[in-house]
């Protein structure tokens, strides 16, 4: 009976040795995954990160919007139509000088001197605007 119960004990001493060495096992792979999926969550943290600064740094910056006004006050600012007015105010020099040269020469066809330097000075505007739409 002394025999039987002490061959039962070393039964059940070999069984729960293997369980343990299974566990063991378990635990080392799940450790080994959950270091894995940590250093996963912390480059993903990193990339949302840079993102959200990155869309921070991509924002249009406009500059020479009254501040105070409510242009200025509403979060849908109509771009196009703001560098267009900020152009057509910057374009009124474009203007006088076609009209000068026109009272210069009356009757000529200015043509293409004319329209060159139209854009000449259309374009001298927008590279002065510290914005593009």
């Given amino acids: 009976m002394l025999r039987t119960d002490l061959c039962k004990v ?7 040795e293997s369980q343990v060495i299974e566990m063991r096992e378990d635990v080392s792979w799940r450790k080994a995954k959950v270091a894995g999926l940590e250093a ?3 480059k993903t943290e990193g990339r949302l990160d840079d993102a ?12 020479g919007n009254p501040e105070g006004t409510k242009e200025a006050a ?24 076609l009209a000068e040269l026109q009272r210069q ?10 329209l060159v330097e139209a854009h000449r000075k259309v374009a001298a505007v927008w590279d002065r605007l510290d914005y593009h739409v």
């Avoid at 109509?78 to 006088?96: C, D, S």
């Fill in 10 to 16: 070393a039964e059940m001493s070999v069984e729960m």
């Fill in 40 to 42: 996963r969550l912390s």
């Fill in 52 to 63: 959200e600064g990155r869309s921070h740094r991509c924002n249009l910056r406009l500059v």
């Fill in 74 to 97: 509403l979060p849908n600012v109509n771009l196009k139509f703001f560098a267009v007015e900020r152009l057509e105010q910057e374009l009124g020099e474009v203007e006088e000088r």
């Fill in 105 to 114: 020469a009356p009757g000529q066809q200015l043509g293409d001197a004319l």
